[in-house]
């Protein structure tokens, strides 16, 4: 016999787990409707082109993370990494991207083929928020605010955003020039993964991990000394307004982020909270990516959270559980009818109610019921079945101030005043 198992680098979400992701996707997607950025899916498999050309081939995702094979028409599709790429096809595509400026979300399963790690897998969950469209310097505020109420939302400790700008092409040219003469220089003493980069993207140096590597970087030129006076000042009124939202920030001029498409900011959160894999959340702005892919010059600036570290660092608050409103004790045959069709009838009002399908006596039945602390109870034996009424019993925590009371299935009236007086303090429901 076969113990299949999951493939490395793929975790199973069982209902206790998703408990905490649903919750917490919750406070993220009230988030996002309050700030009214709309939702769109694409697929998770898209022509490979699509993020060699968006994402850049000189990156580490292209060259040696993404899941790419033939399909049986011989075409090379690739498993997405990253969402970006996929929401600028899309608009480009369906011609949403010529039509008034938009702000778009999406979450789902993204691939990388990396070491899997405490919150870092090969299938994991990402939700990114793009705003499309949007030139101005506010975007870029507006877009770091969200994400900052998004976190903080979630309770996130040890927050830090950190923050540079790339400049345009012309500033990102002149610097690579100069910065080419320095490495030059002092490429031996670069770690070799940077060396690597030297032909391909000379700019991904700047985000080396390489502890050697980034001391010598101190004596390197800085793109911020290459910046011309437009992208300067747009730059110097980014700052000030992230000052004037009281959201904190440290300069990191080394900030570069691994994908090409990037222009002007660049920014990254991270919680000292998770270690050596701190980011929580980077994004940046990517003016030049829907030309690049065959479309109109596109203003446009975006941000990706990563869920399974959300999830981490999320607190324990999230993994409550909403407690049963209404447990629903049956037994016997015109009683376990008249059970579904009560079920039915309280779901209307947003109760989360559950039917005991076990068929075990009323005994076994009450155990599970307080077993998992139902508000309340309702009673059907076949007795009361035949009489076309139910027991409604309500605990509270003297046992003798439970409440009961028995109501004729048909009297709609009675059983929303029995509710209304019982439950809806709790907030469980509305009539």
């Given at each position: 016999?076969?113990?299949?198992?999951?493939l490395?680098?793929?975790?199973?979400?069982?209902?206790?787990?998703?408990?905490?992701?649903?919750n917490?996707?919750?406070?993220?997607?009230?988030?996002?409707?309050?700030?009214?950025?709309?939702?769109?899916?694409?697929?998770?498999?898209?022509?490979?082109?699509?993020?060699?050309?968006?994402?850049?081939?000189?990156?580490?995702?292209v060259s040696?993370?993404?899941?790419?094979?033939?399909?049986?028409?011989?075409?090379?599709?690739?498993?997405?990494p990253?969402?970006?790429?996929?929401?600028?096809?899309?608009?480009?595509?369906?011609?949403?991207?010529?039509k008034?400026?938009?702000?778009?979300w999406?979450?789902?399963?993204?691939?990388?083929?990396?070491?899997?790690?405490?919150?870092r897998?090969?299938?994991?969950?990402?939700?990114?928020?793009?705003?499309?469209?949007?030139?101005?310097?506010?975007?870029?505020?507006e877009?770091?605010?969200?994400?900052?109420?998004?976190?903080?939302?979630?309770?996130?400790?040890?927050?830090?955003?950190?923050?540079?700008?790339?400049?345009?092409?012309?500033d990102?040219?002149?610097?690579?020039?100069?910065?080419?003469?320095?490495?030059?220089?002092?490429?031996?003493?670069?770690?070799?993964?940077?060396?690597?980069?030297?032909?391909?993207?000379?700019?991904?140096?700047?985000?080396?991990?390489?502890?050697?590597?980034?001391?010598?970087?101190?004596?390197?030129?800085?793109?911020?000394?290459?910046?011309?006076?437009?992208?300067?000042?747009?730059?110097?009124?980014?700052?000030?307004?992230?000052k004037?939202?009281?959201?904190?920030?440290?300069?990191?001029?080394?900030?570069?982020?691994?994908?090409?498409?990037?222009?002007?900011?660049?920014?990254?959160?991270?919680?000292?909270s998770?270690?050596?894999?701190?980011?929580?959340?980077?994004?940046g702005?990517?003016?030049?990516?829907?030309?690049q892919?065959?479309?109109?010059?596109?203003?446009?600036?975006?941000?990706?959270?990563?869920?399974?570290?959300l999830?981490?660092?999320?607190?324990?608050?999230?993994?409550?559980?909403?407690?049963?409103?209404?447990?629903?004790?049956?037994?016997?045959?015109?009683?376990?009818?008249?059970?579904?069709?009560?079920?039915?009838?309280?779901?209307?009002?947003?109760?989360?109610?559950?039917?005991?399908?076990?068929?075990?006596?009323?005994?076994?039945?009450?155990?599970?019921?307080?077993?998992?602390?139902?508000?309340?109870?309702?009673?059907?034996?076949?007795?009361?079945?035949?009489?076309?009424?139910?027991?409604?019993?309500?605990?509270?925590?003297?046992?003798s101030?439970?409440?009961?009371?028995?109501?004729?299935?048909?009297?709609?009236t009675?059983?929303k005043?029995?509710?209304?007086?019982?439950l809806?303090?709790?907030?469980?429901?509305?009539?």
């Amino acid at each position: 016999m076969n113990n299949f198992k999951n493939l490395r680098g793929t975790v199973d979400l069982l209902p206790t787990q998703l408990i905490k992701w649903q919750n917490v996707e919750k406070i993220i997607l009230e988030q996002l409707f309050r700030s009214s950025v709309k939702e769109i899916r694409t697929p998770i498999l898209e022509m490979t082109e699509l993020f060699m050309r968006g994402i850049g081939e000189g990156t580490d995702v292209v060259s040696k993370e993404m899941y790419t094979f033939l399909d049986r028409g011989e075409r090379s599709c690739t498993l997405r990494p990253e969402g970006t790429a996929s929401v600028a096809r899309a608009l480009i595509q369906n011609g949403i991207v010529t039509k008034p400026s938009q702000k778009l979300w999406y979450m789902g399963p993204m691939f990388r083929y990396e070491r899997p790690q405490a919150g870092r897998q090969r299938q994991f969950h990402q939700l990114g928020v793009e705003f499309i469209g949007y030139e101005n310097v506010r975007s870029d505020i507006e877009i770091i605010a969200l994400a900052w109420d998004i976190l903080e939302k979630l309770g996130i400790k040890e927050l830090n955003l950190e923050i540079n700008t790339l400049g345009d092409q012309i500033d990102r040219s002149n610097f690579q020039k100069e910065f080419l003469k320095w490495i030059e220089i002092n490429k031996n003493f670069l770690d070799l993964d940077s060396q690597k980069r030297i032909d391909k993207n000379p700019l991904r140096i700047l985000d080396t991990k390489n502890i050697q590597t980034k001391n010598i970087l101190r004596d390197a030129p800085r793109l911020f000394d290459y910046l011309s006076e437009k992208s300067l000042k747009r730059y110097l009124t980014f700052k000030e307004n992230l000052k004037l939202l009281k959201i904190p920030f440290i300069e990191n001029f080394n900030l570069v982020r691994g994908l090409d498409y990037y222009t002007h900011t660049a920014f990254e959160f991270t919680s000292g909270s998770l270690g050596s894999q701190a980011t929580v959340c980077g994004g940046g702005r990517y003016d030049n990516l829907f030309s690049q892919m065959g479309g109109k010059e596109t203003p446009a600036i975006g941000f990706a959270i990563g869920l399974e570290r959300l999830i981490l660092l999320a607190g324990e608050e999230f993994e409550k559980n909403r407690e049963i409103d209404i447990y629903i004790i049956n037994k016997g045959i015109c009683a376990e009818l008249m059970a579904i069709e009560l079920s039915r009838e309280l779901r209307n009002y947003d109760l989360l109610t559950e039917i005991d399908l076990s068929g075990s006596s009323l005994s076994k039945q009450f155990k599970k019921a307080n077993k998992l602390k139902t508000k309340s109870i309702i009673v059907i034996g076949e007795e009361e079945a035949l009489k076309n009424k139910f027991i409604i019993r309500m605990f509270t925590k003297e046992e003798s101030e439970n409440q009961e009371e028995s109501i004729l299935l048909e009297d709609k009236t009675k059983l929303k005043k029995w509710l209304k007086s019982n439950l809806l303090h709790k907030g469980s429901f509305s009539i």
